[in-house]
Nanobody, 125 residues
């Protein structure tokens, strides 16, 4: 079965940077689209970024566009989310997700088949 392990979260000040990693096992990565989602306490889950399984086409939420960058290496079976110029509103648990197909808008979370455990990002003023 596919396993995803997210790591790299932490606490930073506003304007700082973090790089989240998602390590995949149990399958070749080139069969899976990768999405990054986040959820803050009391808030709805939000799609952050998405990268297709082969072409590397990327999509971003408007709230993070220009600040976050998603990437992947199928050979290394890893995906990353580089987060720059972090803001307090970025505080959330971040999840890496995987889906064989994305048939709806990329930010519709229910279509993702596998989820990592999440990693906490805290951004202070």
């Amino acid at each position: 079965q596919l396993q995803l392990v997210a790591s790299g979260g932490g606490s930073v000040q506003s304007g700082g940077s973090l790089r989240l990693s998602c390590a995949v096992s149990g399958s070749t990565l080139d069969t899976w689209h990768i999405g990054w989602f986040r959820q803050a306490p009391g808030k709805e889950r939000e799609g952050v970024a998405y990268i297709t399984k082969s072409s590397g086409t990327t999509f971003y939420a408007d709230s993070v566009k220009g600040r976050f960058t998603v990437s992947r290496s199928n050979a290394e079976k890893k995906a990353w989310l580089q987060m720059d110029n972090l803001k307090p509103e970025d505080t959330a648990v971040y999840y890496c997700t995987a889906s064989r197909t994305v048939v709806a808008e990329w930010y519709w979370d229910a279509q993702y088949e596998h989820w990592g455990q999440g990693t906490l990002v805290t951004v202070s003023e």
